[in-house]
Antibody, heavy 121, light 106 residues
Framework: QAQLVQSGAEVKKSGSSVKVSCKAS????????INWVRQAPGQGLEWMGR????????HYAQNFQGRVTFTADKDTDTAYMEMTGLTSDDTAVYYC??????????????WGQGTLVAVSS | IVLTQSPGTLSLSPGERATLSCRAS???????LAWYQQKPGQAPRLLIY???NRATGIPDRFSGSGSGTDFTLTISGLEPEDFAMYYC?????????FGPGTKVDI
């Protein structure tokens, strides 16, 4: 059964950086797009962008352009999201979610469990 | 594309029918509109993709309809486990967007 397993919670200081991992299992990493979605406390879902490992293609949402970097290690089936210049506004749960690269109608069918990033001053 | 969901909160009883609306600011490409359910402390779960297709393992009391800019999620006969937050999502062209959500509570 396909799963995405994310790294554990992080507590960071303002101005620092964080790197969250998302490891895929039970499926073919190369046939999927990995999306990143943010959810601030008590708020809705915000799409941050995506990486398509098989094509080495990356798209960033405008709100995160320049401050977030997505990478993927095809040898370990692991995707990464790194965010720099953290502020308290970045305190949120960060999710990775899978999207089939061919059957794109299938939407985000598998989600990671989420990683809480707490930023303190 | 900006998605608007209504109502913000829907207060119903078990067994009742829930009708949730999602309206897009422009036509959703190829009806790539999805619905997700989220419970507190959990990741979202895909319910409906392509506006009207149930995802694997989703009970048939959940149904989606609509096209273009107006979409509906219907839950026929609420079960206790259905009380949750529901989000619609445009995933046709990037940037993908989510609606603000509808909370279905007792």
């Amino acid at each position: 059964q396909a799963q995405l397993v994310q790294s554990g919670a992080e507590v960071k200081k303002s101005g620092s950086s964080v790197k969250v991992s998302c490891k895929a299992s039970g499926g073919t990493f190369r046939s999927h797009i990995i999306n990143w979605v943010r959810q601030a406390p008590g708020q809705g879902l915000e799409w941050m962008g995506r990486i398509i490992p098989v094509f080495d293609t990356i798209h960033y949402a405008q709100n995160f352009q320049g401050r977030v970097t997505f990478t993927a290690d095809k040898d370990t089936d692991t995707a990464y999201m790194e965010m720099t210049g953290l502020t308290s506004d970045d305190t949120a749960v960060y999710y990775c979610a899978r999207h089939d690269v061919v059957a794109t109608i299938l939407a985000f069918d598998v989600w990671g469990q989420g990683t809480l990033v707490a930023v303190s001053s | 594309i900006v998605l608007t969901q209504s109502p913000g909160t829907l207060s119903l009883s078990p067994g009742e029918r829930a009708t949730l609306s999602c309206r897009a600011s422009q036509s959703v490409a190829s009806n790539y509109l999805a619905w997700y359910q989220q419970k507190p402390g959990q990741a979202p779960r895909l319910l409906i993709y392509g506006a009207s297709n149930r995802a694997t393992g989703i009970p048939d009391r959940f149904s989606g309809s609509g096209s273009g800019t107006d979409f509906t999620l219907t839950i026929s006969g609420l079960e206790p486990e259905d009380f949750a937050m529901y989000y619609c999502q445009n995933y046709g062209y990037t940037p993908f967007t989510f609606g603000p959500g509808t909370k279905v509570d007792i």
